[in-house]
């Protein structure tokens, strides 16, 4: 794919991208239920701001527990966004990036075969090479860590390839490794007018969290805002 396919990773000048993190919860601050099943909690109006988020993006990213849970396709919806896209010189739809540590990922799933566009699935060394070779027909493929994968090294081929703009789109275990990691730049919560309960439901940012204030992620609110039946927050994340 025309922008993004042919680089040179070891001699290309290169910086991690801007990482942008997007998630709808509910008010308790739950992305699902606790079955992970997917639960409408933003409106049209947000839904048509995610879109734009997502087509002004160079790539989108999320976990396999994402792709298994949900099947998203991750792609540009409104034509007038693909469009915009195509008369700048890019894809139709934005890379599409799974964070993949075991090649879990369906090869018949929605994010390898709807639409156009390159995939990448970022594995780690322990991954089956069985299902890595089936992967790499569908998809490039990073090898970065031994048993997880690297995410920092991730972004590191990302930026190689050319990417700026990465948005994250779930779930909160890949969220949470992204802002461990010292990756994120700003995230965008959008909160909606329904409880779903349950300690087990997963949140933005799930696993074993931190025990200590100095290892808090901090942020700064840069806007607040109205929208259909709840509000959205955009939050710049503070470097320590």
């Not at 160079?58 to 693909?82: F, R």
């Not at 709807?114 to 493929?141: F, H």
């Amino acid at each position: 794919m025309e922008g993004y396919k042919n680089y040179d990773r070891k001699n290309s000048i290169h910086m991690h991208p801007s990482v942008v993190v997007n998630v709808a919860m509910s008010a308790d601050g739950k992305l699902s239920t606790r079955e992970r099943r997917q639960v409408k909690i933003s409106g049209n109006e947000d839904f048509a701001r995610v879109d734009r988020l997502k087509a002004g993006s160079d790539a989108v990213m999320v976990g396999i527990g994402t792709v298994l849970s949900d099947d998203p396709s991750l792609t540009v919806k409104n034509p007038e966004y693909k469009a915009e896209r195509q008369r700048n010189g890019r894809p139709e739809h934005p890379v599409r990036v799974v964070i993949d540590s075991e090649a879990r990922t369906p090869p018949g799933s929605a994010v390898l075969n709807k639409g156009d566009g390159m995939r990448v699935v970022a594995v780690s060394e322990r991954a089956d090479p069985e299902r890595v070779r089936v992967l790499r027909t569908k998809a490039t493929v990073i090898v970065a860590g031994k048993t997880e994968v690297d995410l920092s090294r991730v972004l590191d081929e990302l930026g190689a390839m050319g990417i700026r703009q990465l948005m994250v789109e779930g779930g909160g275990t890949l969220i949470a490794g992204m802002v461990r990691a010292g990756l994120v730049n700003e995230i965008y919560t959008y909160i909606g007018s329904i409880v779903i309960g349950g300690k087990d439901a997963p949140t933005l940012a799930d696993g074993p969290g931190w025990t200590r204030e100095t290892d808090f992620a901090r942020l700064t609110l840069a806007d607040v805002a109205r929208m259909d039946d709840g509000i959205l927050l955009h939050w710049a994340v503070k470097r320590v």
